[in-house]
C-alpha cells in the first residue's frame, strides 16, 4: 500500500498498478489513470496508489515563522527553545517568556556563557565564549531550578561541547589538544579515539543510549564519519570526504548525513543513500521522527529546507530582504523548527517556525492499517 500526500514532490515513472507518468512539483500538476483518490479533513488530497485499505492521514505541514531576539540552537518536545543573545548570553524561551541562564557566580548581567543544546527533560549545555579563561570547560542548567553545574577542564585541551544527551553525557573535542572527549558526572573524562591513530577525532551528536557519531580528520585529509558504542568500541561508516554539516544520530540507533550532494543513512550494515534536495548546501538538523533540515543553493540563491517522508519545504524568513536565508538549527519530535538568519551587511537574528494549518499536526510516521 501506498499514499503521496499533495504537495509531495513526484517526477518520474512510478510502477504502482493504475499509476502513469507522474509530472512536475506536487500532485496538483501530475497526470494519472484509474487513480482513486479521497477528501481529507484539513481539506488535502490523498491519492491512493494500491491497495487502500484504512491508513493514519497526515494533515498537510505548514508553518509560521517568528522571529527572536536571540540566537537559537535547539528545541526539545516541550516547545523550549535555547539559544544566546549578546544581552544575557545563554538563554531559555519557551512560550514568548525570554530568561537568561544564571552565572556560575550567580550574576545576573550579560556575561561569557552561550548555549549548545538542550535535552528532552529541559536541561541546557552551554559554554563560556572564550575558550580556556574560565576555571571549567562546560555549564549544565537543569530544570526546576536551572542553577549553573560547572564541568570542569579534560585532562588536556580546552573542551568545545557539542551535545549533551538525557543522561547529561557530554561530547566535545579539544581543539588546541586534538583529542576528543565524552564526559558524564559519574566517569568523569573518556577520550573518543580515530579510527586511526594518525587521525583526530570529532564527535559532533550522542544518543540517549549513549553512542556517538562524529568524524575524524588530519591536517591534510579528509578522514571517516564514526559511531563509538557506550564503550568506546569505533566503527568506521563511510569516508568523511565531501561532508557537508556534521553527522547526527537518533534514539533508534539511525545515523545521517551529507556527503557532497547526497543525504547518507545507516542503522545496520552498508550506508544508504537517500533522496537529497537539488543544490544541497549542509545538513544542519535532524528530528526524532526523522524529519531533516538544512541550506541548499537554487539559482545562485541560499535558502532553508526540511525534507520529511519525501516532502520537501522551504523555510524562509519573515520580512526577508535579498540575501536573507535561513540556516535551520533544531528540529523536535513533532515538527517545530528553529534556525538563524543570515543577513548581509546586517546582524543574523533567530526565527521559530511553529507548526500551523486547518489542523494540528505532528510527525510521525504513517501505519497502514487492513
Request: glycine share 12%.
Amino acid at each position: 500500500m501506498q499514499w503521496l500526500e499533495m504537495g509531495s514532490e513526484v517526477s518520474g515513472w512510478h510502477n504502482h498498478p493504475g499509476a502513469t507518468r507522474l509530472v512536475g512539483r506536487g500532485l496538483i500538476n501530475a497526470r494519472w489513470l484509474a487513480t482513486r483518490f479521497f477528501p481529507l479533513l484539513a481539506g488535502g488530497i490523498m491519492l491512493c496508489l494500491s491497495g487502500c485499505g484504512l491508513t493514519q492521514v497526515q494533515p498537510p505541514r505548514s508553518w509560521s515563522p517568528v522571529a527572536l531576539q536571540f540566537l537559537p540552537v535547539a528545541i526539545n518536545n516541550s516547545e523550549v527553545i535555547a539559544g544566546s543573545n549578546e544581552t544575557l548570553g545563554a538563554v531559555r524561551y519557551h512560550n514568548g517568556a525570554l530568561a537568561g541562564l544564571a552565572h556560575i557566580n550567580h550574576s545576573t548581567g550579560g556575561g561569557p556563557y552561550r548555549a549548545v543544546d538542550i535535552t528532552t527533560s529541559g536541561a541546557i549545555l552551554g559554554i563560556p565564549d572564550q575558550l580556556g579563561l574560565a576555571s571549567y570547560a562546560a555549564v549544565t542548567w537543569s530544570p526546576p531550578t536551572f542553577n549553573p553545574f560547572p564541568i570542569g577542564k579534560p585532562p588536556v585541551g580546552f573542551l568545545e561541547p557539542q551535545a549533551m544527551n538525557n543522561s547529561q553525557l557530554v561530547i566535545g573535542w579539544a581543539g588546541d589538544a586534538q583529542l576528543a572527549w565524552k564526559w558524564s558526572l559519574t566517569q568523569g573524562y573518556t577520550e573518543l579515539k580515530p579510527h586511526l591513530p594518525e587521525f583526530h577525532a570529532r564527535p559532533t551528536d550522542v544518543n540517549d543510549t549513549g553512542f556517538i557519531v562524529g568524524y575524524d580528520t588530519t591536517n591534510v585529509s579528509a578522514g571517516s564519519v564514526l559511531l563509538w558504542s557506550p564503550g568506546g568500541a569505533v566503527t568506521t561508516l563511510d569516508t568523511a570526504a565531501g561532508l557537508r554539516g556534521f553527522p547526527r544520530i537518533r534514539n533508534s540507533g539511525e545515523v545521517v548525513w551529507a556527503n557532497a550532494t547526497q543525504i547518507k543513512r545507516w542503522s545496520a550494515g552498508p550506508a544508504v543513500t537517500a533522496v537529497a534536495p537539488a543544490g544541497l548546501e549542509k545538513l544542519t538538523a535532524l528530528s526524532e521522527a526523522g524529519r531533516l533540515a538544512g541550506t541548499l543553493k537554487t539559482n545562485g540563491v541560499l535558502r532553508g529546507w526540511t525534507l520529511y517522508q519525501g516532502t520537501l519545504s522551504f523555510l524562509d524568513p519573515p520580512d526577508a530582504q535579498p540575501g536573507d536565508y535561513v540556516e535551520p538549527t533544531g528540529i523536535n519530535a513533532c515538527g517545530s523548527i528553529v534556525g538563524v538568519v543570515h543577513r548581509t551587511g546586517n546582524p543574523d537574528y533567530g526565527v521559530y517556525f511553529t507548526r500551523s494549518g486547518p489542523v494540528f499536526w505532528c510527525d510521525t510516521p504513517a501505519v497502514a492499517t487492513q
